[in-house]
């Protein structure tokens, strides 16, 4: 018994895009959330959304909705702290009119809700899937529903639960390896204006990074320790300032007001492999990354998008088969491996105090500074991924 051609498991940014991506394929669909209702949450993230991201979210017709709330992103400054060695991304050189732009978690959240709604897509909430399990036929989703407990059957089935949902994925196992390190999240004033210039700056217990949102404030995420960063979140107002600037320098002059602290762990946790039978896992739930690229949620929209794109290149017979689901795999692989790996890449080697890693670091950021090829290309991975 098939109660939906696709189920999906998430009514997050990335299960909400695979849904709209899917609306014109003449599929049953059915998404299953866990949240109470489709009211932006309160989430103190920001999401840095790239250029490529943007030209997805506008051919689903949710642009509009969110082009009022996004600050755009023209350069991202890279450096290191008490180091030389520095470069800039500028949207000029890499011919495109932003690089990016800064949204909130819950603004995107609200955005994908709304849309799901205006498109008529059955969205079940407060619906906590449970267990998994599988056959050669199909899926079925164990979930409690406003504290009933319900079964959906499907031909395939999406897990888009963001990691922290299920216990167990048949066929599919996590590898987790925890940073030590947390983000703390909260919007800043500075004393001058962005500009829409975004900063990336290296420190040896992790990046901090301010990007422009708004008219005076930028989002900050700061890296350190878990214990570090519970601290600075529970520090007054005037003490957490002080200890920002000195942490970041003076680019922006001072940091006169701090509002919507946060803390988040960070780690990556890598599924292997992302399809099982009859179901795959994608965004979060398929690669949880540390956010010091911006990477992860561009990442997890590219998964929706393009096993969106396969579903509607087969025939329907073949939904959730394992020739389909394998060509999923083959399709994420490069772009999925190369995100994973760029990221613990710049997590190891540029949050890092080995001596003589510096100064190598420092001869990186110049040489890629003088290198308008190498800058366009590290520009396009970021923004439209490996395979462009
Ligand atoms: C501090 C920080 C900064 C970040 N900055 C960026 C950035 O600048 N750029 C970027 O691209 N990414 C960034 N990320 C990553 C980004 O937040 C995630 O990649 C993105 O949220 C993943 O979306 P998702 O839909 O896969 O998962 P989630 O956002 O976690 O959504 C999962 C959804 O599934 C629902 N759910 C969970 N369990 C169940 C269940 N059992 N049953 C039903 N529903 C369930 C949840 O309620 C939720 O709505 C950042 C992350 C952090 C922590």
């Known amino acids: 018994m098939i109660d939906a051609d696709v189920a999906i498991i998430g009514g ?11 609306q014109d394929k003449g599929l049953r669909l059915m998404v299953l959330e866990a949240r109470p209702d489709p009211m932006p949450p309160a989430d103190p993230r920001v999401i840095a959304l790239s250029y490529g991201s943007r030209l997805i979210l506008q051919r689903l017709g949710v642009w509009s909705a969110l082009a009022p709330s996004v600050t755009p992103i023209r350069s991202i400054h890279v450096s290191q702290r008490a180091r030389l060695g520095r470069t800039v991304l500028s949207a000029q050189e890499c011919g495109v009119p932003e690089l990016g ?13 709304g849309a799901l709604a205006r498109a008529g897509i059955p969205v079940l909430y407060d619906a906590q899937a ?6 050669l036929e199909s899926a079925t989703v164990h979930y409690v529903h406003a504290g009933r407990p319900g079964v ?3 031909a395939l089935l999406v897990v888009a639960d963001g990691g922290k949902g299920l216990t167990e994925i048949p066929g599919i196992r996590r590898d987790v390896q925890d940073y030590g390190q947390a983000a703390l999240v909260a919007q800043v004033e500075t004393e001058l204006p962005h500009h829409h210039v975004a900063y990336e700056r290296f420190t040896t217990r992790g990046p901090v990074a301010l990007l422009p949102h708004g008219e005076r404030t930028y989002a900050l995420v700061w890296t350190e320790t878990p214990e570090i960063a519970q601290a600075l979140c529970e520090l007054d107002e005037t003490d957490f300032l002080r200890r920002l600037y000195d942490h970041f320098g003076d680019r922006q002059g001072a940091f006169l007001a701090v509002r919507d602290r946060g803390v988040f762990p960070l780690r990556l946790a890598c599924a292997r492999p992302v399809t ?12 949880t990354l540390h956010p010091v690229a911006g990477q992860g949620f561009n990442l997890g929209l590219r998964d929706a998008w393009e096993l969106a794109r396969l579903i509607g290149e087969i025939r329907r017979e073949q939904l959730g088969s394992p020739a389909m689901l394998q060509r999923y795999r083959a399709r994420r692989c490069l772009d999925r491996e190369g995100g994973i790996l760029f990221t613990d890449f710049l997590v190891r080697v540029f949050s890092n ?18 290198c308008l090829p190498a800058k366009r290309f590290v520009a396009d991975k970021m923004m439209f991924g490996a395979r462009g």
Do not use: M
Request: aromatic fraction near 4%; proline fraction near 3%; glycine fraction near 18%.
């Open 276 to 287: 099982g039978r009859r179901l795959a896992v994608i965004g979060n739930a398929a690669q």
């Open 101 to 113: 732009c800064i949204v909130e978690y819950g603004v995107l959240y609200g955005a994908l809700a």
């Open 152 to 154: 959906v059957y499907a």
């Open 12 to 22: 997050g940014p990335v299960g909400a895009t695979l849904a709209l991506a899917l």
């Open 130 to 135: 449970r267990r998994v399990t599988s056959t």
């Open 353 to 370: 105090g080995l001596p003589g890693l510096g100064a190598l670091r420092g001869h990186g950021l110049n040489l890629l500074e003088t």
